[in-house]
């Protein structure tokens, strides 16, 4: 990639949830780096058919992601979707020309704000109020964490190709 928005390397002589919270925010970072310089078009340009992934599909993945795990899981808000919908359970991934870079990232953005808002209030082993859809039992703080930076370093991943698809740029 021709330039790259500032990432904060993790600590590498730091507590466990320093560790985790920089591992996180470093992968939140990438994300936007890989969509940086793009056009709403581009942002928007499915990876290779019949797949519909594009960079913004996965920002607004993420959005409904960091919502799930940080508000429904941890706290037991009762927030619903962003983009998806019973009828149309990959809404995220969607798009049409009405969907901007500036709505997917500002929603993304919030998202992100509450999830920092809500973990705060929790210890690393201090345990959800709510639960995913895949497990009747209350999660960690530190199991959301980790799962969080495998999420995104998968999607970074993704990111990587769709980028590198679009306009050939590269990058860790």
């Known amino acids: 990639m021709t330039t790259q928005a500032p990432r904060s390397e993790p600590a590498q002589n730091a507590d466990e949830r ?40 996965l920002v607004r993945h993420m959005a409904e992601v960091e919502r799930s795990w940080f508000r429904r899981v941890l706290v037991g808000d009762d927030s619903g979707p962003i983009y998806y919908s019973e009828e149309d359970p990959d809404g995220e991934f969607h798009l049409t020309e009405a969907d901007t870079w500036d709505e997917a990232y500002g929603t993304w953005q919030a998202e992100i704000d509450v999830a920092r808002r809500n973990a705060a209030q929790f ?37 990587d190709l769709v980028r590198e698809r679009l306009d050939g740029a590269t990058g860790d």
């Open 18 to 57: 320093t560790m985790l919270e920089g591992w996180l925010d470093y992968h939140r970072q990438t994300l936007a780096w890989k969509c940086e310089g793009l056009t709403d078009a581009q942002l928007r340009t499915a990876s290779v058919e019949p797949s519909e992934l594009s960079l913004m599909g």
């Open 123 to 159: 210890g690393l082993d201090g345990l959800s109020k709510g639960r995913s859809r895949h497990s009747d039992e209350p999660f960690s703080l530190r199991w959301i964490y980790t799962h969080m930076i495998e999420e995104y370093a998968r999607h970074n991943g993704h990111a």
